[in-house]
């Protein structure tokens, strides 16, 4: 699970220290901090549509790791899939369960929603397809991932493909090493900053209100988290010693982001 990361870099950090104690920090998947990501997962498609065009070739249940609210889990349950949801953060368990309730009796009947660790769990069955999106494995340190590729390794059915994505951190287009960027959350909209110098193990992501006055009174929520930084080449190499084949590497469309991202696609060979 992610950290809070007290000293955040950049303007994100001047802006948190500016508001001095107004600030309240939460980590993006703790109780607060799930529902903005949940009202930042509701405007984004980024991946959907490269992983339903593999995973409608797979045959078999789905296995969503780290589902959070579900941005993944619905498309697959909508193209009538059997899917299981893993997530660790419990408030990001009750998002998804809420909404599985609120909608259609079909979807929630074909779906299993599990607490659990991706980088260790034991679910005593197979899948045809084991997806983490959303360049989640970079929030395991080189201590969690052997774990994550392990477990899968023991998830994955004869034939069955592990589809996960990274980012391409790509220091030509940093330009400056900040990027501030106004974005639709829910009913409201947030002000997302990404930090990144080059060279940089890890990359830190903090948002604020949308709507900030600077010198006003009251509480300001703000959610943080830092992501490592994880190249294809090297999560290949991970996966090659962990006895899996990199098939295709599909490059994904840049998503409002400044670094490019990239899902692979593994099958166990040895
Ligand atoms: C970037 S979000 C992705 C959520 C969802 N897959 C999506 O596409 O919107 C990362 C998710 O990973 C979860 N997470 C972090 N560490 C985890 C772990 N060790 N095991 C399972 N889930 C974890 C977080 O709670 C969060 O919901």
Redesign the pocket.
Same mark, same amino acid.
């Given at each position: 699970?992610?950290t809070i990361t007290t000293t955040i870099p950049g303007r994100a950090g001047e802006l948190l220290a500016a508001l001095g104690d107004r600030a309240v920090l939460h980590d993006? %998947?703790d109780a607060y901090g799930?529902q903005v %990501?949940h009202g930042l997962?509701q405007h984004?498609d980024?991946?959907i549509r490269e992983l339903l065009g593999i995973i409608r070739q797979l045959p078999g249940p789905v296995l969503?790791?780290?589902?959070?609210?579900?941005?993944?889990?619905m498309p697959f349950l909508a193209m009538g899939r059997e899917v299981t949801a893993?997530?660790?953060?419990p408030s990001?368990l009750e998002l998804l369960s809420a909404r599985l309730d609120a909608g259609p009796a079909a979807l929630r009947e074909r779906c299993t929603v599990v607490p659990?660790?991706?980088?260790d769990?034991s679910l005593g069955r197979r899948f045809g397809a084991v997806?983490?999106?959303?360049?989640?494995v970079s929030?395991?340190d080189e201590a969690?991932r052997p774990g994550l590729y392990r477990s899968v390794r023991e998830h994955l059915a004869e034939g069955g493909r592990f589809l996960l994505s990274t980012v391409e951190m790509d220091a030509a287009r940093s330009g400056e090493n900040e990027a501030e960027m106004i974005v639709p959350a829910g009913e409201s909209t947030l002000r997302m900053y990404e930090y990144w110098a080059p060279g940089d193990a890890a990359r830190t992501v903090t948002v604020f209100p949308g709507e900030l006055d600077e010198s006003g009174e009251g509480e300001v929520h703000v959610c943080t988290?830092t992501i490592g930084v994880l190249p294809a080449d090297r999560l290949e190499a991970e996966l090659a010693e962990a006895g899996f084949a990199v098939r295709a590497r599909h490059p994904l469309p840049m998503a409002g982001v400044r670094h490019p991202s990239v899902l692979l696609e593994a099958e166990v060979i040895a």
């Amino acid at each position: 699970m992610t950290t809070i990361t007290t000293t955040i870099p950049g303007r994100a950090g001047e802006l948190l220290a500016a508001l001095g104690d107004r600030a309240v920090l939460h980590d993006m %998947y703790d109780a607060y901090g799930s529902q903005v %990501y949940h009202g930042l997962s509701q405007h984004g498609d980024h991946e959907i549509r490269e992983l339903l065009g593999i995973i409608r070739q797979l045959p078999g249940p789905v296995l969503d790791l780290a589902a959070g609210s579900g941005r993944l889990t619905m498309p697959f349950l909508a193209m009538g899939r059997e899917v299981t949801a893993l997530e660790l953060s419990p408030s990001m368990l009750e998002l998804l369960s809420a909404r599985l309730d609120a909608g259609p009796a079909a979807l929630r009947e074909r779906c299993t929603v599990v607490p659990g660790d991706m980088s260790d769990f034991s679910l005593g069955r197979r899948f045809g397809a084991v997806v983490l999106g959303t360049t989640t494995v970079s929030l395991l340190d080189e201590a969690g991932r052997p774990g994550l590729y392990r477990s899968v390794r023991e998830h994955l059915a004869e034939g069955g493909r592990f589809l996960l994505s990274t980012v391409e951190m790509d220091a030509a287009r940093s330009g400056e090493n900040e990027a501030e960027m106004i974005v639709p959350a829910g009913e409201s909209t947030l002000r997302m900053y990404e930090y990144w110098a080059p060279g940089d193990a890890a990359r830190t992501v903090t948002v604020f209100p949308g709507e900030l006055d600077e010198s006003g009174e009251g509480e300001v929520h703000v959610c943080t988290t830092t992501i490592g930084v994880l190249p294809a080449d090297r999560l290949e190499a991970e996966l090659a010693e962990a006895g899996f084949a990199v098939r295709a590497r599909h490059p994904l469309p840049m998503a409002g982001v400044r670094h490019p991202s990239v899902l692979l696609e593994a099958e166990v060979i040895a």
